[in-house]
């Protein structure tokens, strides 16, 4: 079966992606499907990885360190940018067309001979059935190590019922709070269910109250307990402005000595991720060698982290294009320190959409003062956006802006007005607006 034709056959299940729903979240039916599969995800040990922001950042570092002791490591994480493949894939790269083809021919051919047989009381889903496929590709391609990113939340994701080697908890702040609740406790006790009976659970610097949730929870489940801020001692970082790069310090008794790298992974962020990703490998791991994990988060880059693209395919005269996909107050943040860091003494431009349900209002006001234009427009026709809210919200922060119905009109507007003033562009407010720009370049 061609991959082509399994992404057909697949979106025509509900995606809440695409379609945002509540009370659609349960396990039992990730259950009853991977029970008719002989339940692949047992098949390969994992690590599991959630979290409010950088989880696929932490996902793509342990994979990288781990491919290093020539390791054979899957990745199933999301979303993807410019190739569905993005999402399951080998370390930095793709499996073969076989493996995805026949893991592909597998899933569809049992599904549709059990589908009448499955629950009635809500529809399989493209979440859901995708995370099968995941965990059979996993297996057909016979991987020494699987990491697993949590879609959204935690307890109930379709991600949930792998035994991990080790989970990872990412920061927690407030987002999809419709779906997880209205206040950082309650998110992160959506997070904490993946903390499984005796698995050990690495968590990153947390609030106080945010702290309470997990060890709690880890008590319950008899899970050993960490916390990053704890287990490293130091974490520093200095950017080499020139060569578009930083250079990272690390200091932990988990290591025999410091670690130091560089990395195109900019921001004070991706040290920290750095530093999850390389704790969760030597917790379980602990001779994993130091010089393989600089080696590892030296290597790691992935698209819409703050990527930095040179005179990109039509617009070769662009001075620099930073795309971003940060969708929260925070993560725009500290976007915008990076952006500062290495472009503040540049024009720069703005091209920002985000989905509906973002706070666009206090995202706004961290771009006051600081482009020269503000191009405004919809994350691409996959997420809603609120188009009267986010204008409001730009006008509110007594910023300029030019809104663009067409999300297309208004990306090519924006590379070309960037291009003719010799301006570094930001996109930034959310991936689905990075993979229309990134699909546009070339």
Request: hydrophobic share 40%.
């Amino acid at each position: 079966m061609m991959l082509q034709d399994f992404l057909n056959w697949v979106d025509s299940f509900l995606n809440f992606e695409k379609l945002p729903q509540k009370n659609i979240f349960w396990l039992d039916m990730m259950q009853l499907l991977c029970n008719e599969f002989e339940n692949p995800q047992n098949d390969v040990p994992c690590f599991h990885v959630a979290g409010s922001k950088g989880k696929g950042s932490v996902c793509a570092m342990i994979a990288s360190i781990l491919s290093e002791d020539e390791k054979k490591i899957g990745v199933y994480a999301s979303p993807h940018i410019s190739d569905f493949r993005e999402r399951i894939r080998l370390n930095d790269s793709f499996f073969s067309d076989e493996v995805y083809q026949s893991a592909a021919q597998i899933l569809k051919e049992k599904f549709e001979k059990i589908k009448d047989t499955l629950p009635k009381e809500r529809a399989v889903t493209w979440f859901e059935l995708v995370t099968v496929y995941a965990f059979l590709v996993m297996k057909k391609a016979g991987v020494d190590v699987a990491v697993y990113e949590v879609g959204l939340g935690g307890r109930l994701d379709a991600t949930n019922i792998v035994n991990p080697l080790i989970s990872v908890i990412n920061t927690i702040e407030l987002e999809h709070t419709e779906f997880l609740g209205d206040t950082v406790e309650k998110i992160a006790a959506e997070k904490a269910g993946i903390i499984k009976e005796g698995v050990p659970v690495l968590c990153a610097a947390q609030t106080e109250n945010v702290k309470k949730v997990f060890i709690e929870k880890a008590k319950e489940r008899n899970s050993k307990i960490y916390f990053a801020d704890e287990l490293i001692e130091k974490t520093d970082f200095s950017y080499d402005i020139e060569k578009k790069m930083m250079n990272v310090f690390i200091n932990s008794n988990l290591f025999s000595r410091p670690l130091k790298f560089s990395t195109h992974m900019l921001g004070e962020y991706q040290a920290k991720n750095a530093a999850l990703a390389a704790a969760a490998v030597k917790l379980v791991y602990p001779d994993f060698d130091e010089g393989k994990i600089e080696e590892g988060l030296s290597k790691v880059s992935l698209p819409a982290r703050f990527e930095i693209v040179h005179n990109p395919g039509r617009y070769p005269k662009l001075s620099d294009l930073v795309i971003d996909g940060a969708h929260t107050v925070k993560s725009v943040s500290l976007t915008m320190d990076t952006l500062l860091k290495f472009y503040g003494d540049k024009k720069l431009h703005l091209l920002f959409a985000c989905a509906a349900d973002k706070d666009v209002g206090h995202i706004a006001e961290l771009f006051k003062n600081k482009f020269e234009s503000v191009t405004l427009t919809k994350p691409g026709l996959t997420k809603s956006c609120n188009k009267d809210k986010m204008c409001s919200a730009f006008s509110t922060a007594g910023i300029d802006a030019k809104f663009y119905e067409d999300y297309k009109t208004g990306i090519e507007t924006a590379l070309k007005n960037a291009e003719d003033k010799k301006a570094v562009l930001l996109v930034t407010g959310s991936f689905y607006l990075a993979s229309e720009v990134t699909a546009l370049l070339y």
